[in-house]
């Protein structure tokens, strides 16, 4: 990374680091060394992307919902799940590249989304741990991103942050709700989370020491924390969450350990990681194929939003 920096003025990379020690945040029109863009670039879209392409495991059931009152919350949730997406495509727009060149990397497979969403979702149980676990997920690293160095991403954030913790209970209540039943909803709750636990840790990306991006965005302070402490503070905070309820995570190394004052966990499956990376994980084609499709469908919408757009500023500009 050093040697591609070397195109930059000295002068100007020198005062754009005391900016960001001096945690003042860097805004669209700002000077920025172009790896820090191209960087924002490509960790902003490849959120935005897990926003939208998380929809798709929940809504495989919204049509079965056990009851009006979870299909409604469940649609709430799904909603802003779209929501952020929207967010933080606008934040990625103000970093000079549009939205349908985003949308065209994901099509092409240029463009990464979270790989637990190439799970399948195949019970009602599966709705609780997304909630519970991968918004539970989502929210440790958010919480840290909310001060990331660049404002229209923090900005995004902050909002992002209130609805998912929303979420997360949401999730919480489901599993809670299952374990207070039959012998067969506490082990379809089990079942759940023994599916999603691995890919939820697998979330924070590599460890550190494979982390290819994560020493320059910690400099730049578009990380804030790195995956290993962020993973760790997630395990720490979930396992007592799940013995509340009467479940057990799926590792039999998860004990308490006093002398690091955290809970140990067995190694994660790399192999799995990366390959579900690459385009080989369960439901990796079916997601992107599904976004393909419901983006050309859409394309009459876009288009007659934009002609609605175009009427109105038309009519603006002769009254
Ligand atoms: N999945 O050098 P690092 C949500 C890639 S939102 C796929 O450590 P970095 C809401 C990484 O891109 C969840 N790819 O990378 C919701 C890089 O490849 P590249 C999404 C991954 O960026 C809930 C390579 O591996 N949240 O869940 C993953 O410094 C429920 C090397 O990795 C965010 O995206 C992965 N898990 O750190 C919605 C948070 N991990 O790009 C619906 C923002 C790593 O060079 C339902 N992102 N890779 O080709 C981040 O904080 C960071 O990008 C990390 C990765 C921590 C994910």
Redesign the pocket.
């Given at each position: 990374m050093a040697h591609e920096l070397e195109n930059e003025d000295p002068i100007k990379l020198a005062e754009f680091q005391a900016k960001i020690d001096a945690e003042i945040k860097i805004e669209p029109k700002d000077w920025m060394p172009e790896k820090y863009r191209q960087n924002l670039v490509?960790?902003i879209s490849?959120?935005a992307h897990?926003?939208v392409i998380?929809?798709q495991p929940?809504g495989n059931w919204v049509s079965r919902a056990p009851s009006l009152r979870s299909k409604k919350i469940l649609m709430a949730k799904i909603q802003d799940?779209g929501g952020?997406g929207l967010y933080l495509y606008c934040a990625a727009e103000t970093l000079g590249v549009t939205r349908d060149q985003y949308i065209k990397w994901l099509h092409e497979g240029k463009a990464?989304?979270?790989?637990?969403f190439n799970y399948p979702s195949p019970t009602w149980a599966d709705m609780g741990a997304?909630g519970w676990l991968?918004?539970g997920a989502?929210i440790v690293?958010?919480v840290s991103?909310q001060r990331t160095s660049y404002g229209p991403y923090a900005r995004a954030m902050v909002r992002i942050c209130m609805e998912?913790s929303f979420?997360q209970r949401q999730g919480y209540e489901i599993m809670d709700r299952l374990m207070q039943g039959s012998e067969a909803q506490r082990k379809m709750a089990q079942d759940a989370l023994d599916r999603w636990w691995w890919p939820s840790l697998?979330?924070?990306?590599?460890h550190d020491a494979d982390?290819?991006?994560?020493s320059q965005?910690m400099k730049w302070k578009i990380?804030r924390e790195s995956?290993d402490d962020l993973r760790q503070q997630f395990i720490d905070k979930t396992i007592p969450q799940a013995e509340l309820i009467g479940l057990k995570v799926p590792d039999e190394k998860a004990i308490w350990n006093p002398e690091t004052n955290h809970y140990d966990f067995s190694d994660i499956d790399w192999d799995e990681f990366w390959n579900v990376?690459k385009g080989n994980g369960p439901c990796n084609k079916q997601r992107l194929d599904h976004h393909i499709k419901a983006h050309n469908d859409g394309e009459w919408v876009r288009k007659a939003a934009q002609a609605y757009a175009m009427k109105q500023n038309n009519k603006l500009q002769t009254a």
């Open positions: 490509r960790q490849q959120h897990s926003e998380g929809m929940e799940e952020h990464k989304y979270a790989s637990v997304i991968v918004d989502a690293n958010q991103l998912e979420h697998m979330m924070f990306g590599p982390s290819a991006h994560s965005s990380k995956n990376i």
